[in-house]
T-cell receptor
Framework: GDSVTQKQGQVTLSEDDFLFINCTYS??????LLWYVQYLGQGPQLLLK?????NKGISRGFEATYDKGTTSFHLQKASVQESDSAVYFC????????????FGSGTQLTVMP | GGIITQTPKFLIGQEGQKLTLKCQQN?????MYWYRQDSGKGLRLIYY???????QKGDLSEGYDASREKKSSFSLTVTSAQKNEMAVFLC???????????FGPGTRLTVL
């Protein structure tokens, strides 16, 4: 079945550091790939979405490229700020007719001032 | 734009009690979802509804009932609250055929 893997449970960085959060997926269909961000005490918010292979999604300084060859959708940001501290979820939507998103287990990002 | 409202924000119940959580959306979306998020964990799907009066079970439906009263509202009932299901319950909605889901702020359940 479809699956998403986020192996990094926690990432701690200093302001202006480079962010890289790993996400890989497995599906037999044509996926939609998404990143969500969840700030403390809030529901997840859509950060970016990509539906076409080898395309890049960009939002608020974050970017992720849907790499069909390596089945990856890693999240990157060149320079993090303390306000980026949150939990980040990778998600997979399969086009097989299912109405569900498959979520990764989440990565807690803490940015130290 | 639109908004998803979840009530109550905090719900405290006794073990064995039947408890109901409510969700309203004004996106005019067809599909609505209920997820459970345990502390520090990911999201697990409880129920979803593709359209009014439709119900589909997710991986975590045991111990829960759901009701899609109308297009804009989706309720979740914990049939017999247990201490091991203290969590945040998240409601979401999406447009038919689109991948992205939009989430409400959550209801935090505490079982005494």
């Amino acid at each position: 079945g479809d699956s998403v893997t986020q192996k990094q449970g926690q990432v701690t960085l200093s302001e202006d550091d480079f962010l890289f959060i790993n996400c890989t997926y497995s599906t037999t269909t044509y996926p939609t790939l998404l990143w969500y961000v969840q700030y403390l005490g809030q529901g997840p918010q859509l950060l970016l979405k990509v539906t076409t292979a080898n395309n890049k999604g960009i939002s608020r300084g974050f970017e992720a490229t849907y790499d069909k060859g390596t089945t990856s959708f890693h999240l990157q940001k060149a320079s993090v700020q303390e306000s980026d501290s949150a939990v980040y979820f990778c998600a997979l939507g399969a086009s097989s007719g299912s109405w569900q998103l498959i979520f990764g287990s989440g990565t807690q990002l803490t940015v130290m001032p | 734009g639109g908004i998803i409202t979840q009530t109550p924000k905090f719900l405290i119940g006794q073990e064995g009690q039947k408890l109901t959580l409510k969700c309203q959306q004004n996106f005019n979306h067809d599909t609505m979802y209920w997820y459970r998020q345990d502390s520090g964990k990911g999201l697990r799907l409880i129920y979803y509804s593709i359209t009014e009066n439709d119900l589909q079970k997710g991986d975590l439906s045991e111990g829960y009932d759901a009701s899609r009263e109308k297009k804009s509202s989706f309720s979740l009932t914990v049939t017999s609250a247990q201490k091991n299901e203290m969590a945040v319950f998240l409601c979401a909605s999406s447009m038919a055929g689109r991948g992205e889901q939009y989430f409400g702020p959550g209801t935090r359940l505490t079982v005494l």
